[in-house]
């Protein structure tokens, strides 16, 4: 699979891959995250989130991995599909506002 | 089905003038929002609101107007002082506000002239 290291606005990974996407937050005071997915035209989707008091959760193909050592977020999706291509938010809550980050645009490759 | 409408999914106004934008819930979700999107951006805070008869400035609420008369409804309404307001406008709804994940509805293009 394809891993960056630092947060890039665009992801080219080949079908069957797993996508590592990631995310730097900003406030140390933030206790809950969130990972989005957004197809053109339409609203945010949930994916997963997580709570400051975890390091890592899994769901159906993703992961969210949290270290708030280095205020740092990360999605990884196994096996990537066709219709995993879209952008990626990551957002961060502090008390009622949720703050988005700027994105990242996943492409699949067939 | 329960979810969140906006409407329309495209508006057209001229300069000058006042645009209300509608978002309604059927969650019975406490809290509800408004963001905007330029392209190829992320996603900032215009309002919130955690309660009926309630609501809280975002990041960019200037030019902006929001009402919380009911518990449902959470409309936008984009004035003249607004110097940009070609954008796309996501309603969001949650059941609580905190530790909870927003639910979307599918936007609000504007465009103004």
């Known amino acids: 699979g394809e891993s960056v290291g630092l947060h890039l606005p665009t992801l080219s990974v080949q079908e069957g891959d797993n996508s590592i996407i990631n995310c730097a937050y900003s406030?140390?005071?933030?206790?809950?995250f969130i990972w989005y997915k957004q197809e053109s035209g339409k609203g945010p989707q949930f994916i997963i989130d997580?709570?400051?008091?975890?390091d890592k959760r899994q769901g159906q193909r993703v992961t969210v991995l949290l270290n708030k050592t280095v205020k740092h977020l990360s999605l990884q999706i196994a096996a990537t599909q066709p219709g995993d291509s879209a952008v990626y938010f990551c957002?961060?809550?502090?008390?009622?506002?949720?703050?988005f980050g700027a994105g990242t645009t996943v492409t699949v490759r067939a | 089905d329960g979810g969140i409408t906006q409407s329309p999914k495209y508006l057209f106004r001229k300069e000058g003038q006042n645009v209300t934008l509608s978002c309604e819930q059927n969650?019975?979700?406490?809290?509800m929002y408004w963001y905007r999107q330029d392209p190829g951006q992320g996603l900032r805070l215009i309002y919130y609101?955690?309660?009926?008869?309630?609501?809280q400035k975002g990041d960019i609420a200037e030019g902006y107007s929001v009402s919380r008369e009911k518990k449902e409804s959470f409309p936008l309404t984009v004035t003249s002082a607004q110097k940009n307001p070609t954008a796309f406008y996501l309603c969001?709804?949650?059941?609580?506000?905190?530790?909870?994940?927003?639910?979307f509805g599918n936007g609000t293009r504007l465009t103004v002239t």
């Open positions: 969001a709804s949650s059941p609580t506000g905190v530790n909870s994940p927003l639910h």
């Open positions: 406030n140390s005071a933030s206790d809950y």
């Open positions: 997580i709570r400051s008091n975890m």
């Open positions: 957002a961060e809550q502090v008390d009622y506002k949720l703050s």
């Open positions: 969650l019975n979700h406490d809290a």
């Open positions: 609101s955690q309660i009926v008869n309630d609501f």
